[in-house]
């Protein structure tokens, strides 16, 4: 990526902006024994009294080391959700700028775009649930910010072509997010091992799939440093509570765990597909490099259903372009899932 000006993207009002001083900022404890007497907390200890550290020092440490980038290139949120409203916010002047999204794909970012009032500009995938690159780039223009590639994409399953993905990145000149909340699941390595690479790069990972953490709200984008430092800005400042700084600890520094858990998953998964494959009533079942598989069946509405009759909840995501007729199923425990093979044996 030549010429790539990160500058001309930002918003006015953030280049300008002075960000909020918290206590922990100004005085930043290193370990020793001092009395606080700083941000009017209660003295008394709880575990949760004080405020938590606003740049969740411990905890990049760890996810960068893991993940080969420094901490200065490592923004943790409340979620992906918050990490990814704070990049519309950042670089998308609403009521001027753009963004692009590939559907179909995570709803999120329609959300956002309606928030923040950004144009949205919808690019459909090809019928096989690829980038269309030709027609993404012809719908770019000068005030094309954001373009969201959700990879393995949610919900069609799939991880797009490394080739498609690269031409965007060359050929773009505005941001490119890759949001990789499925990429545990994948065999294909992460895009953040490109990130010195692509100045436009910015990836987006969560605790909530792979990591078992939904609860606790954890989100991460690595990006340059200097994208970071602008997110960095506008971030309320005790983004990430204490309590998830704290279990998030614990689950990350145990990554053999997280990796067994995932093995279990994609066991289960294959388990699933090979016999999804074999009943009469489902025509398709696409490629997944993700903790779910996207079906195409008969009569999805009727499906659903039945499912349902039978205690399964399942995401009907037919209402979607080009998923006419298609249920999405998340991979559970064996349990669960020999609960579904039997039920689906029996809607034959
Ligand atoms: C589930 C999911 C997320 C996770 O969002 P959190 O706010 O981190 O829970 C992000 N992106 C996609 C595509 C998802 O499916």
Not at 137 to 164: D, E, V, W, Y
Request: glycine share 4%; hydrophobic share 40%; with cysteine.
């Amino acid at each position: 990526m030549k010429n790539f000006d990160l500058n001309i993207l930002v918003r006015e009002t953030v280049k300008d902006l002075k960000p909020y001083s918290s206590a922990r900022d100004e005085y930043v404890s290193d370990g020793s024994d001092m009395i606080f007497l700083d941000a009017n907390e209660n003295p008394f200890e709880n575990g949760v009294n004080r405020y938590p550290d606003p740049q969740q020092r411990s905890l990049k440490a760890i996810l960068a080391k893991q993940k080969g980038v420094l901490e200065e290139n490592t923004l943790l949120g409340n979620g992906s959700d918050e990490v990814l409203d704070l990049i519309f916010r950042a670089f998308c002047e609403p009521g001027q700028d753009n963004i692009i999204t590939m559907p179909p794909t995570y709803g999120m970012y329609k959300v956002l775009s309606g928030i923040n009032a950004i144009e949205n500009r919808e690019v459909l995938l090809t019928p096989d649930y690829e980038l269309d690159v030709p027609s993404i780039l012809k719908n770019t223009g000068t005030r094309t910010k954001l373009m969201f590639i959700c990879s393995p994409n949610n919900p069609t399953g799939n991880a797009f072509s490394k080739q498609h993905i690269k031409e965007l990145l060359d050929a773009f000149k505005g941001l490119i997010v890759i949001d990789e909340a499925y990429i545990d699941f994948a065999e294909h390595e992460s895009w953040v091992t490109s990130l010195a690479q692509y100045p436009n790069l910015l990836v987006t990972q969560t605790l909530s799939k792979a990591y078992g953490m939904a609860g606790i709200r954890l989100g991460i984008c690595y990006a340059s440093k200097e994208v970071i430092a602008i997110l960095n800005k506008i971030k309320p400042p005790y983004n990430v509570n204490q309590l998830t700084q704290d279990r998030a600890l614990d689950r990350v520094v145990a990554p053999k765990l997280v990796a067994a858990e995932v093995d279990r998953i994609l066991t289960e998964r294959d388990t699933l597909v090979k016999t999804l494959n074999r009943l009469s009533f489902v025509e398709t079942v696409n490629p997944s490099d993700a903790n779910f598989v996207l079906v195409k069946v008969d009569n999805a509405d009727k499906r659903y259903n039945e499912l349902l009759k039978a205690q399964i909840v399942v995401r009907n995501r037919s209402n979607q372009p080009l998923c006419e007729n298609t249920l999405r199923f998340t991979v559970g425990t064996s349990e669960e899932n020999e609960k579904l093979i039997t039920i689906l044996k029996e809607m034959e």
